[in-house]
């Protein structure tokens, strides 16, 4: 099984703020990877799909990387909607999600 | 629209089986893949399992906390699709969802596209 490891669990910015979330794939998934937003009482939201494809409506600020093994998903300017937790998740087998990473805002 | 209502859930005794629902309106769900998907409260994502399509041989995958005991099944009469659990353990306590998956450009399926609003199941003595 595909194990996903997210980095870090928690992270406090201030708004305006660059972030960067880390997603790791036990072995490779090539670029079948999706990244989602989820805020508390909420259903998740799917952000981008194969890796740095963002789907409509997505803020341009959300941008997504990586290939293989490792990947990120960024906010370029960290604003008060986004804070919420972010799971990344494969399906290059199967799938499977990383455990979550909390942003909240400073 | 896409329209997913999940339905069914409630509070079942260890050992006991429920089997949960979801009703599609703007899909029609034999063209597609579904996934469930569960949330422990105050936990993370995790997946349940698949189904896909009926032209893709409608094959259903399991991950192994699950396997053998969760099935998912489709009534193409009725647009819904199903999630059958038994033996259930107080682990599985959780919000279930229903999910499309998403198809790209090269055909291949990933990324829950869209959610059901969630049904709630409570396994405990």
């Known amino acids: 099984d595909i194990q996903m490891t997210q980095s870090p669990s928690t992270l406090s910015a201030s708004v305006g703020d660059r972030v960067t979330i880390t997603c790791r794939a036990s072995q490779s998934i090539s670029t079948w990877l999706a990244w989602y937003q989820q805020k508390p009482g909420k259903v998740p939201k799917l952000l981008i799909h194969?890796?740095?494809i963002l789907e409509n409506g997505v803020p341009s600020r959300f941008s997504g990387g990586g290939s293989g093994t490792e990947f990120t998903l960024t906010i370029s300017s960290l604003q008060p909607d986004d804070s919420a937790t972010y799971y990344c998740q494969q399906y290059n087998s199967y799938r499977t999600f990383g455990q979550g990473t909390k942003v909240e805002i400073k | 629209e896409v329209q997913l209502v999940d339905s069914g859930g409630g509070l079942v005794k260890p050992g006991g089986s429920l089997r949960l629902s979801c009703a599609a309106s703007g899909i029609t769900l034999s063209n597609a893949w579904m996934s469930w998907v569960r949330q422990a409260p105050g936990k993370g994502l995790e997946w349940v399992g698949r189904i896909k399509s009926k032209t893709d041989g409608g094959r259903t995958d399991y991950p192994a906390p699950v396997k053998g005991r969760f099935t998912i099944s489709r009534d193409d009469s009725k647009n819904t699709l199903y999630l059958q659990m038994n033996s259930l353990e107080t682990e599985d306590t959780a919000v279930y969802y229903c999910?499309?998956?998403?198809?790209?450009?090269?055909?291949?399926?990933?990324?829950?596209?869209?959610w059901g609003q969630g049904t709630l199941v409570t396994v405990s003595s």
């Open positions: 999910t499309t998956e998403r198809r790209d450009s090269s055909g291949w399926y990933g990324g829950a596209d869209y």
């Open positions: 194969k890796a740095s």
